[in-house]
């Protein structure tokens, strides 16, 4: 390893070095310390290790014959805030996961604002579809028992605020995002466990990814509570987030694929009526 010139220009043969040490099995802290022990400020020597690494394990993805990665949804938690800014509101943030990226929002929404949804959505609500990903068209669905509408992106000032609101929550467009769905799950509904991206080998995937793209996040906020069941499960991860009002649960995917992890359902609900505002983002503006 060497330094080049007085700004550290990160060069080939770092990256090269870098790749030979993580795949020889030396862990990140001692690459670290040892990039710093040649004279490497701190900071150049962390950024050439996550650029480089993550350049590599992606290109051993693709190789492999995985979808490749692209950019998603993330919310600024590098400091691990306990609040995180969105604008007109201040947004607690409860917990985090890496792998999958999850995160439970606390109080995204008030207590208003899920009234207002709810008495808003009620008059418009018919049974559930899902996106027929072999058409490019909609069905129903037998492993999703609810009752839904969808608001158009930024049909009314309440709409409108969330929407902006969300958006600087994880740091994506507003256009990117789908309409905002609101959904009502009586005793026994529930919505098995399933994938939001839209399968790359299905025929009607090329149909669906003309309006934005894959959706690479989705958020799911809590209107109603239940009084038992009805929580988000992530199977692959043993993870249950309990439905409470006024929260919501964050999970994005940089690739269409499972080892995105973030296999997740609507569990029943056992007693009780859950409603719940589903926001799924895209990799483009979404018309």
Same mark, same amino acid.
Request: aromatic fraction near 6%.
């Given at each position: #390893?060497?330094?080049?010139?007085?700004? =550290?220009?990160?060069?080939?043969?770092?990256?090269?070095?870098?790749?030979?040490?993580?795949?020889?099995?030396?862990?990140?802290?001692?690459?670290?310390?040892? #990039?710093?022990?040649?004279?490497?400020?701190?900071?150049?020597?962390?950024?050439? #290790?996550?650029?480089?690494?993550? $350049?590599?394990?992606?290109?051993?993805?693709?190789? =492999?014959?995985?979808?490749?990665?692209?950019?998603? +949804?993330?919310?600024?938690?590098?400091?691990?805030?306990?609040?995180?800014?969105?604008?007109?509101?201040?947004?607690?943030?409860? =917990?985090?996961?890496?792998?999958?990226?999850?995160?439970?929002? $606390?109080?995204?929404?008030?207590?208003?604002?899920?009234?207002?949804?709810?008495?808003?959505?009620?008059?418009?609500?018919?049974?559930?579809?899902?996106?027929?990903?072999?058409?490019? $068209?909609?069905?129903?669905?037998?492993?999703?028992?609810?009752?839904?509408?969808?608001?158009?992106?930024?049909?009314?000032?309440?709409?409108?605020?969330?929407? =902006?609101? &969300?958006?600087?929550?994880?740091?994506? +467009?507003?256009?990117?995002?789908?309409?905002?769905?609101?959904?009502?799950?009586? +005793?026994?509904?529930?919505?098995?466990?399933?994938?939001?991206?839209?399968?790359?080998?299905?025929?009607?995937?090329?149909? &669906?990814?003309?309006?934005? $793209?894959?959706?690479?996040?989705? &958020?799911? #906020?809590?209107?109603?509570?239940?009084?038992?069941?009805?929580?988000?499960?992530?199977?692959?991860?043993?993870?249950?987030?309990?439905?409470?009002?006024?929260?919501?649960?964050?999970?994005?995917?940089?690739?269409?694929?499972?080892?995105?992890?973030?296999?997740?359902?609507?569990?029943?609900?056992?007693?009780?009526?859950?409603?719940?505002?589903?926001?799924?983002?895209?990799?483009?503006?979404?018309?």
């Amino acid at each position: #390893m060497s330094i080049t010139g007085s700004t =550290q220009q990160v060069t080939p043969e770092l990256r090269k070095w870098i790749v030979e040490q993580a795949e020889a099995g030396h862990s990140a802290d001692s690459v670290l310390k040892a #990039m710093i022990a040649s004279g490497w400020s701190e900071d150049v020597a962390i950024d050439a #290790m996550e650029e480089t690494l993550r $350049g590599h394990l992606e290109g051993k993805a693709v190789a =492999q014959g995985l979808p490749p990665a692209v950019p998603v +949804p993330d919310p600024p938690l590098a400091e691990s805030p306990l609040y995180l800014d969105a604008g007109d509101r201040r947004v607690a943030v409860l =917990q985090t996961m890496v792998a999958p990226r999850v995160v439970v929002f $606390g109080s995204l929404l008030s207590d208003e604002e899920c009234d207002a949804l709810i008495a808003l959505a009620t008059p418009r609500l018919a049974r559930s579809l899902t996106v027929a990903t072999k058409t490019g $068209g909609e069905e129903v669905n037998a492993d999703r028992t609810s009752n839904g509408m969808f608001f158009q992106r930024g049909e009314n000032e309440l709409v409108r605020r969330i929407e =902006q609101r &969300i958006a600087r929550l994880v740091n994506w +467009p507003e256009e990117n995002g789908e309409g905002l769905q609101i959904l009502q799950y009586g +005793p026994g509904a529930e919505y098995k466990p399933h994938y939001d991206y839209f399968d790359p080998a299905e025929p009607g995937t090329p149909t &669906i990814l003309r309006r934005g $793209g894959q959706r690479v996040a989705t &958020i799911v #906020m809590y209107l109603g509570e239940p009084a038992k069941g009805g929580g988000t499960v992530f199977p692959d991860v043993h993870l249950e987030v309990a439905p409470k009002r006024g929260n919501a649960v964050f999970f994005s995917y940089e690739r269409p694929h499972p080892t995105t992890h973030t296999l997740h359902g609507g569990a029943p609900v056992l007693e009780g009526i859950k409603w719940i505002a589903t926001k799924w983002l895209r990799e483009r503006r979404f018309d």
